[in-house]
C-alpha cells in the first residue's frame, strides 16, 4: 500500500514535471507573459523599451513555487516561502523604470527573494550585485539565476541593511524590503547622480521613493503608496 503510494506520488510529479516543460506549456506561458506585459504593465504607462523586453523576457513562473505557477502571470504578488513574497510584475516594472538605467550601470538589489527582479536588472545591466538575509531563499534564488545564466548577477545572503561596501559605490540601488527610514550605508553607497528606489515608513503606510544624489544630498520624489514585507535584522528586528 505504501509502495503504491510513493509510486504514485512519483509518476504524478514526473508527469507534472513533463508537462511543465512542454511546447505547450512553455507557449502558455509565453502567452500569459505576453498579456501581463500589455495589460498590467503597458497599459499602466510604463514605457521604457528595454525595461518591457526584460519583462517580456524573463520567465516569471521559474520564480514561483510549483503550486503557484499558474498564477505566475496574475497581477498581484506571491509567496515564495518563509513568510516572503515575489513583487506585484507592475511594481518590478515600476521600480526598474524609475531607475534610469543604462547597461554600464553597477545595481545593488536589498531583498533578493525568488530572484526575479534581480535577473530582470540582470537583463539591463553589466553587473548586479543582489543580497538576501534568509539563507534558504538567497541559496535557492543563486542556484536559479545560476542555471538561468545570469553571471552578472552576485548574490550575498547577509544583511542589506548594510548594503555592500567593497563594491560601492552604486549606480543605482534598489529595496524590495520596508525599513522606516532609508538606511545610512545606502545613502552613503550611492554613487554621484545615482538612484534609489526604496519603499520607506510602517508597515501599514509605506511610500515607493525615489531618491536621487546631487552634490552629495539626496533629493526626494513620491513615486506611489506600496505593502512590502518588513526590512528586518540578523534577528528579526524591524529596520
Ligand atoms: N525582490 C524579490 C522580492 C523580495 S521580498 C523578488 O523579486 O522576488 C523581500 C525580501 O527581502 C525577502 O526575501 C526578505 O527576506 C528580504 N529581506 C528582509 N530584510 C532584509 C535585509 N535586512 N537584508 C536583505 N534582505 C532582506
Redesign the pocket.
Known amino acids: 500500500m505504501r509502495k503504491m503510494r510513493v509510486l504514485e506520488k512519483t509518476i504524478v510529479l514526473v508527469l507534472l514535471s513533463m508537462l511543465l516543460t512542454s511546447a505547450w506549456a512553455q507557449d502558455l506561458m509565453e502567452r500569459l507573459r505576453e498579456r501581463m506585459v500589455k495589460t498590467q504593465i503597458e497599459n499602466r504607462g510604463i514605457e521604457d523599451p528595454a525595461v518591457l523586453a526584460a519583462m517580456r523576457k524573463v520567465e516569471r513562473h521559474r520564480?514561483v513555487p510549483a503550486s503557484y505557477v499558474s498564477r505566475a502571470y496574475d497581477d498581484h504578488p506571491l509567496p515564495?516561502g518563509?513568510g516572503?513574497?515575489?513583487?506585484q510584475p507592475y511594481i518590478?516594472a515600476l521600480m526598474t523604470e524609475v531607475l534610469n538605467l543604462e547597461r554600464s550601470d553597477k545595481v545593488l538589489?536589498?531583498?533578493?527573494?525568488?530572484?526575479?527582479?534581480?535577473a530582470?536588472l540582470g537583463e539591463l545591466c553589466d553587473s548586479v550585485y543582489?543580497?538576501?538575509?534568509?539563507e534558504v531563499?538567497g541559496n535557492r534564488?543563486a542556484d536559479l539565476l545560476d542555471e538561468l545564466g545570469y553571471e552578472n548577477v552576485k548574490v550575498k545572503i547577509?544583511?542589506?541593511?548594510k548594503g555592500w561596501a567593497e563594491h560601492a559605490p552604486f549606480d543605482a540601488i534598489?529595496v524590495?524590503?520596508s525599513?522606516t527610514q532609508v538606511p545610512q550605508p545606502l545613502r552613503d553607497q550611492l554613487a554621484e547622480g545615482g538612484r534609489m528606489a526604496i519603499p520607506v515608513g510602517e508597515s501599514d503606510a509605506q511610500e515607493l521613493v525615489l531618491l536621487t544624489k546631487r552634490m552629495g544630498k539626496l533629493r526626494r520624489d513620491l513615486i506611489i503608496p506600496v505593502r512590502?514585507?518588513?526590512?528586518?535584522?540578523s534577528t528579526g528586528a524591524t529596520?
Not at 543582489?130 to 534568509?134: G, N, S
Open positions: 520564480f515564495i518563509e516572503q513574497t515575489i513583487s518590478v538589489e536589498i531583498g533578493t527573494g525568488s530572484g526575479y527582479q534581480a530582470i543582489t543580497i538576501e538575509i534568509v531563499l534564488a547577509g544583511d542589506g541593511y534598489i524590495t524590503c525599513p512590502f514585507v518588513p526590512m528586518v535584522d529596520y
